[in-house]
């Protein structure tokens, strides 16, 4: 089945700053790629997703970019701010037909005022 | 909408106990995912329905876990019995499936924190 990685586990930055956050997966199948915010107390909450015939995408703050040779993607969040803390998580789906979204292990990130 | 609800949101109960968890999906979606986070192993599928047909609980623990989806807008999570190791968060999911907008998209829950002594 599909194994995905994520790098780091936390991470501090100061407030303005840029954070990145890595996921590898291993089914070169996979198509389908979000990336979900989880706030203290609530449920992971979808911030942003890439699709395999896509290489980059952005919304305000947030963009992911996805390396389908490399099988990486990654999180990237600019001029941070503290709302931004919280636990983020990279996900995969598998080949077409197969809705089940394997999860990474999380990164915490931490704006440091 | 009311967004994917559960309840109860806090659980604590003695091992050996059932203990039977909800979820009410979002109107007008049709895939159902249950999952369970806990520290050491963050976020794993226990199981997920399409169409209130079960189509994956390879990673259901062991039979003291089931699931069912008496109807369109419900699902339940029941653990009989109940043991220490049981002790995490249990949150629903739900999307509206394939080749329907936001398909795959999933929406979740606040979660269910079963505590087991």
């Known amino acids: 089945g599909e194994n995905v990685e994520q790098h780091p586990s936390t991470l501090s930055v100061q407030e303005g700053d840029s954070a990145v956050i890595k996921c590898t997966y291993s089914?070169?199948?996979?198509?389908?790629f979000p990336w979900y915010k989880q706030e203290l107390g609530k449920g992971p909450q979808l911030i942003i997703d890439i699709r395999s015939n896509v290489g980059e995408k952005k919304d305000q703050r947030i963009a992911v970019t996805l390396n389908k040779t490399a099988k990486h993607f990654s999180l990237h969040i600019t001029e941070t701010q503290p709302e931004d803390s919280a636990v983020y998580f990279c996900a995969a789906r598998g080949s077409f037909g197969n809705e089940k979204l394997t999860f990474g292990t999380g990164t915490r990130l931490t704006i440091i005022p | 909408d009311a967004g994917v609800i559960q309840s109860p949101r806090h659980e604590v109960t003695e091992m050996g106990q059932e203990v039977t968890l909800r979820c009410k999906l979002i109107?007008?979606?049709?895939?159902l995912f249950w999952y369970r986070q806990t520290m050491m192993r963050g976020l794993e599928l226990l199981i997920y329905?399409?169409?209130?047909?079960?189509?994956?609980d390879s990673g259901m623990p062991e039979d003291r876990f089931s699931a069912k989806m008496p109807n369109a807008s419900f699902s339940t999570l029941k653990i009989q019995p109940s043991e220490p190791r049981d002790s995490a968060v249990y949150f629903c999911?739900?999307?509206?499936?394939?080749?329907?907008?936001?398909?795959?998209?999933?929406?979740f829950g606040a979660g269910s924190r079963l505590t087991v002594l």
């Open positions: 329905f399409n169409n209130n047909v079960p189509i994956d």
């Open positions: 089914d070169s199948a996979s198509n389908y």
């Open positions: 999911a739900s999307s509206s499936g394939q080749g329907r907008p936001g398909a795959n998209v999933l929406t």
């Open positions: 109107s007008g979606h049709n895939s």
